[in-house]
């Protein structure tokens, strides 16, 4: 069974950067053909992708936001991490890690993180 | 960057009616790659369909996808309470974007 868990601070500052990890199981992040994106969504507002990273270790960003943008793997080879720089309110949101297939479709979610930004 | 456009933003139809979903892309998606999310309220978003007809496992046959170039349809045959939520379309042509969402609710 695959499972993705998001953790990191529910708040952060202006101008801090934000880091945020997602934990799964049920599959190895071992081969090019296994991806982890990161998606945010706005409060009351539509999806929006992130980043994408393999198991090659090969990444993809968010053309917008790919300056501000940092996705690895994690000390634990079953964890994914994101860090966005120069943190805004506008930045406020529900952030989501999914298990993404190498085509490109986003089969399995964790259940997200908020994360407010706010002094 | 590929832009989704969805539409309607809000569809109102009561249970047991057939909805129809729009996605148009500013560019044409090879291979068909769109993929279909459902979300509820206060939930993550779930796989429906993806490669425009396929279905995602575990989602039942009154979902169906069609479409080709430009131009996806999502259609949920026959409306059950618990098919109302928001929609969202994503294209995997090139990079990664998502439509603006459809919110199909009760009339």
């Known amino acids: 069974q695959v499972t993705l868990r998001e953790s990191g601070p529910a708040v952060v500052k202006p101008t801090q950067t934000l880091t945020l990890t997602c934990t799964f199981s049920g599959f190895s992040l071992n081969t090019a053909r296994m991806c982890v994106s990161w998606v945010r969504q706005p409060p009351g507002k539509a999806l929006e992708w992130l980043a994408l990273?393999?198991?090659?270790?090969?990444?993809l960003y968010s053309t917008s936001l790919k300056t501000r943008l940092t996705i690895s793997k994690g000390t634990s080879k079953d964890q994914v991490v994101l860090s966005m720089t120069d943190m805004d309110p506008m930045d406020t949101a529900t952030y989501f890690c999914?298990?993404?297939?190498?085509?490109?479709?986003?089969?399995?979610w964790g259940q997200g993180t908020l994360v407010i930004v706010s002094s | 960057e590929i832009v989704l456009t969805q539409s309607p933003g809000t569809l109102s139809l009561p249970p047991g009616e057939r909805a129809t979903l729009s996605c148009r892309a500013s560019?044409?998606?090879?291979?068909?790659?769109i993929a279909w999310y459902q979300q509820k309220p206060g939930q993550a978003p779930r796989l429906l369909m993806y490669?425009?007809?396929t279905r995602a496992t575990g989602i039942p046959d009154r979902f169906s996808g069609s479409g080709s170039g430009t131009d996806f349809t999502l259609t949920i045959s026959r409306l059950e309470p618990e098919d109302f939520a928001v929609y969202y379309c994503q294209q995997y042509h090139n990079s990664f974007t998502f439509g603006g969402g459809t919110k199909v609710e009760i009339k």
């Open positions: 490669t425009a007809s």
């Open positions: 990273i393999d198991g090659d270790d090969d990444k």
């Open positions: 999914a298990k993404t297939h190498s085509s490109g479709w986003l089969e399995q």
């Open positions: 560019q044409s998606l090879s291979s068909s790659y």
